[in-house]
């Protein structure tokens, strides 16, 4: 039996954070996956396969502000590319290095002090599943921020602008 689909009351979005590589390329580039798909996080949040696709459409990737800690007062440049893949919401953006606090992130991302992505977001529709999961259907992304606590442990972004060989583009 498919648990009913839930439309939330709340309108504030929601962040869930993911770890990103400390590598960063020198005109700040950076590249990996904000969200990945069908793995729990420590919100005990599923996000489904899918989920991102209406508001991607809606938004586009100029559309989704790019943050530091979530912080709307704190633009550090933009998103250059998002699209869902098999794996999850893969992301390409760019450091804007006339920023004073992008060039402190990008220092940050290089040393490996910080290293995690967290998207904002507002739940359109979801479900709960046995355990209490929630499974994410559909979210409208406000946000993807560079982060100190990622919510997904698990979830690698390891590539800078091509120049790490072990995140390789998963076909959709």
């Known amino acids: 039996m498919t648990p009913a689909l839930r ?8 962040l869930k954070r993911l770890p990103v590589a400390p590598a960063v390329s020198a005109d700040g ?3 990996g996956y904000a969200s990945l798909f069908d793995v729990v996080d420590l919100g005990r949040d599923r996000v489904a396969r899918g989920a991102f696709a209406a508001s991607l459409a809606r938004r586009g990737a100029r ?4 943050l530091f800690q979530h912080d709307p007062a704190e633009p550090i440049g933009a998103w250059e ?7 999850g919401l893969r992301v390409r953006g760019r450091l804007n290095m006339a920023v004073a606090r992008a060039r402190e992130v990008h220092a940050l991302l290089r040393q490996g002090g910080l290293d995690g992505l967290s998207i904002g977001f507002r739940p359109v529709r979801h479900a709960r599943e046995p355990g209490g999961v929630r499974r994410l259907v559909e979210v409208d992304l406000w946000e993807i921020s560079v982060v100190t606590f990622p919510m997904l442990p698990d979830a690698r972004v390891g590539a800078v602008k091509g ?8 076909p959709a």
């Open 163 to 170: 120049s790490s060989p072990f995140l390789q583009p998963t």
């Open 7 to 14: 439309r939330p009351r709340a309108v504030a979005p929601e």
């Open 81 to 87: 590319s998002l699209a869902e893949d098999r794996r």
């Open 29 to 31: 580039t950076i590249e």
């Open 63 to 66: 559309g989704v502000r790019f």
